[in-house]
């Protein structure tokens, strides 16, 4: 299994190019499932998590043609509306299939994707929606198991905000008969950016990016092209990792509008952080100062701070001045890298679903293990401004989610090379 070895200290300079987004992009590839016709995907970033995907589509029958970043999917010949569990288990988000089969088959058969390390994670207000839009689904040896004549248009109000399960049930509705309206529908950026997609596709959906989404149901979609919005998960991590080593970079095809909680964050922190755009581009300059001051944090769904970004501020906040109060809010178990950084020097005591955290004055490298993604991405940033060498190993998931991160950082100055654990 692969490891990192970062040599910390170094400050970062330079122009990193952020990728798509992972969580556009996945959903984005599942919606190929509800047309006969090819859906033509650009900026698909290069990722475990997407290779994945498109493994599992492919064995429904989708055919796939991938060029660099460019995707073409033809579900024209869609024939096993199934999703099995050796796919599935590397995966949660293959889940997303779900929702898309149902309305496109009549039928599927999607296994559970089980826990995972940050929590419990179920899929319990993706199958109420199918059953409010008239599917039947039943759970049985680990399989979701939808089957419906068509789905018929519903009122639907999830428990809580879910992303993907918002996702599956935009997707599933825009084949169902007559209007649906999901309400406390989740916000997220990416939920926008696949209600564009599918709207390219011939959907009618009004309200994504607010709570109450509206979908009128049409008899078919058709094909489209559709580019993937820039990973803003991405964008926050090259930003923290800039402000940990006091750097000063610039973050190109991505802005500073798919994240405004992060960047108050950053810029509270003493970071001074601004957005370009020209006709043709947009990025963003960081320049950090040379010691960040802490900053408490609260996660809870979009527009408010993402959990996505909670575990590199918590590396940041280890070497910031003062002290911090960390909240999660969405997951039970997402504190898992704070041992980690306890290893690497880091004054973090965690109680419940709140860490604080006193930032010291060095953190000292270590060996240290990555529990999931955006653990591994904290890790190497708190590497990056520890003395010495560290050692992440298990970075497995890391690949699952950033696209080339050692190269990207290697381009900015930073002394990090991968190897055999
Ligand atoms: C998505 C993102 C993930 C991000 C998360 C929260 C993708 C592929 N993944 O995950 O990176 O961390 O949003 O922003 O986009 N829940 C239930 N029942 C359900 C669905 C969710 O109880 O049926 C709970 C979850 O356990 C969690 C909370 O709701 O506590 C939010 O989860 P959700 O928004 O669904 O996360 P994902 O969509 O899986």
Do not use: W
């Not at 999607?110 to 390390?117: E, H, N, T």
């Not at 990025?283 to 900053?295: D, N, Y």
């Not at 993604?373 to 940033?381: D, F, G, K, T, V």
């Not at 950033?402 to 900015?412: F, G, V």
């Amino acid at each position: 299994m692969d490891k990192l070895i970062i040599e910390g200290g170094q400050r970062l300079a330079g122009e990193v190019a952020i990728s798509g987004a992972k969580n556009a992009a996945l959903p984005i590839l599942c919606a190929a499932l509800l047309s006969a016709e090819p859906l033509e995907l650009a900026n698909v970033p290069d990722l475990n998590d997407i290779g994945t995907m498109l493994k599992l589509l492919e064995q429904m029958g989708v055919k796939v043609a991938r060029d660099g970043h460019r995707v073409t999917l033809d579900a024209g010949g869609l024939n096993n509306p199934v999703a099995p569990y050796e796919m599935v288990k590397t995966m949660r988000a293959s889940i997303l299939v779900l929702g898309p089969l149902t309305a496109r088959c009549g039928e599927a058969r999607v296994s559970l994707p089980g826990g995972c390390a940050i929590g419990a994670r179920p899929v319990d207000q993706h199958i109420k929606g199918l059953q409010a839009m008239g599917a039947e689904v039943t759970v049985e040896h680990g399989y979701v198991h939808a089957k419906v004549a068509k789905l018929k248009g519903a009122r639907l109000f999830t428990d809580m905000v879910t992303v993907t399960g918002t996702e599956n049930l935009m997707m599933a509705a825009c084949l169902a008969d007559g209007v649906t309206v999901i309400e406390n529908a989740a916000r997220e950026p990416e939920v926008v950016d696949l209600a564009q997609c599918l709207t390219a596709m011939g959907a009618r959906i009004s309200g994504a990016g607010t709570d109450v989404i509206r979908i009128e149901g049409v008899a078919k979609l058709h094909g489209a092209s559709h580019r993937i919005m820039p990973d803003r998960i991405e964008t926050g991590t090259f930003l923290c990792a800039a402000a940990a080593t006091g750097g000063e970079i610039r973050l190109t095809g991505t802005s500073t509008g798919y994240l405004d909680s992060v960047v108050d964050k950053l810029m509270d922190s003493g970071c001074d952080i601004s957005g370009e755009k020209t006709r043709t581009s947009e990025s963003i300059l960081i320049r950090a100062p040379e010691r960040l001051k802490a900053v408490s944090i609260r996660t809870a769904p979009y527009p408010a701070f993402p959990t996505d970004m909670q575990a590199q501020f918590m590396a940041i906040n280890c070497v910031a001045e003062g002290s911090a109060v960390m909240r999660e809010t969405i997951f039970e178990n997402r504190f898992m890298h704070a041992v980690e950084l306890i290893r690497l020097g880091a004054d973090i005591k965690i109680d419940g679903n709140t860490a604080f955290v006193t930032g010291v004055h060095k953190l000292e490298g270590a060996t240290v293990m990555a529990t999931d993604l955006r653990a591994s991405a904290s890790l190497i940033i708190a590497g990056l401004v520890a003395e010495g060498e560290t050692h992440v190993e298990r970075i497995y998931h890391l690949d699952r989610g950033y696209e080339h991160i050692e190269s990207k950082l290697t381009a900015l100055g930073a002394k990090i090379k991968r190897a055999k654990a």
